[in-house]
């Protein structure tokens, strides 16, 4: 062969392994909610390009509740998404039919953010004060349907509920429209701060602390997609623990990513909701314990049990089919509490 063959001949070789290796899976992925603090999670492990290392295209947006989430996923709009378990475990109760239910791979909020939060003035310091007392929330807020377990948890009767939008909860608090109101703690907390209540003035009752130890928001899949591309999930997975750590050990530059993908956010703001929310629900001694993205099967199968009778479902929650930790990365990858600031 002479010189002029054999360049085209390695040119042409070239352009058939071009697209081989540059193929990546695309993975359309959505939020629970809107770009606020704890959207980095996700958004830096996508700017720093690790997913893209993974030959993943991961493409994210904003959600508009856990619900909505587990919805779309299921209906095969998005691949993945992040959700609140109880929210997944609802609708596989409650659509035991359905051809392409979602499952959770990863535990990412490993003590759920709700909470019961009112006002030092109103005389509430603990759960047993809220007998009696006129609660508000939105319909679908998380502490609100998970209200059942809290009150047999403290043994609460009485209460009467106001349900409004999720944008008049604070104010219809500070108003003294109601009592007390649940949501998550570290949205609802900055939202009376920005309504010009001091933090010494507000009550905050995690539900954690009060006996009520569900799961939170954990990375979910359609059951479609993972059994297309289950190494695309495990890959997705090795990505995001990476980002996690990035994002613990340097909460102010994974800000920075997120004023990038909209820059009207407040970053003070956002930076310390972030940090709330990786308090509260990720570096927790529950999260240490079990392993940061795994779960406990005792306390799964409670927590499964729990939301039958609270969610009035049409069927029992079948933990089994919530719950596929297979696809984790190792433990010694997993182990994000090293990146924490001492």
């Known amino acids: 062969m002479n010189i002029k063959a054999f360049a085209c001949a390695a040119l042409a070789a070239a352009f058939i392994a071009a697209p081989a290796a540059a193929q990546e899976t695309p ?4 939020l629970d909610w809107r770009f606020e603090g704890p959207a980095a999670l996700f958004l830096v492990p996508e700017a720093k390009g690790y997913f893209k290392a993974e030959k993943l295209a991961v493409t994210i947006d904003a959600g508009n509740g856990s619900g909505g989430t587990v919805t779309r996923v299921a209906s095969g709009a998005y691949d993945m998404g992040f959700a609140d378990l109880a929210a997944l475990m609802e ?3 409650n ?7 979602p499952v959770a791979v990863m535990m990412v909020y490993n ?6 939060m009112a006002l030092k003035k109103s005389g509430i310091k603990t759960p047993a004060d809220l007998k009696g007392k006129k609660l508000g929330a939105p319909v679908f807020d998380a502490g609100r349907k998970a209200w059942p377990i809290f009150a047999k948890a403290n043994g609460i009767a009485d209460v009467t509920w106001t349900a409004m939008d999720p944008t008049l909860r604070e104010t219809m608090l500070v108003r003294g429209d109601i009592d007390a109101i649940t949501g998550f703690s570290f949205t609802s907390l900055l939202n009376l701060e920005a309504r010009g209540v001091k933090a010494d003035d507000i009550v905050t009752l995690p539900y954690p602390s009060y006996g009520v130890k569900l799961y939170g928001n954990a990375v979910i899949v359609s059951d479609t997609f993972l059994k297309k591309n289950p190494e695309a999930v495990r890959a997705f997975l090795r990505a995001f623990t990476k980002g996690m750590k990035d994002v613990i050990a340097d909460p102010k ?7 990038a993908r909209d820059g009207l956010i407040d970053a003070a703001l956002e930076e310390r909701r972030l940090k709330l929310a990786l308090d509260a629900t990720v570096l927790t001694a529950d999260a240490k314990a079990e392993g940061f993205g795994n779960t406990s099967a005792p306390r799964l199968s409670l927590m499964s049990s729990q939301v039958s009778d609270a969610f009035s479902t049409k069927a029992r929650v079948d933990s089994a089919t919530i ?3 297979s696809f984790l990365p190792s433990a010694a990858e ?3 509490f090293k990146a924490a600031k001492k």
């Open 323 to 325: 719950w596929n930790g």
């Open 91 to 93: 609708f596989q109760a």
């Open 253 to 259: 530059a994974a800000i920075q990513t997120l004023k």
């Open 27 to 30: 993975i359309k992925f959505q």
């Open 95 to 101: 659509n035991p039919a359905a051809p392409n239910k």
């Open 334 to 336: 997993r182990d994000i």
């Open 111 to 116: 003590n759920t953010p709700a909470a019961v």
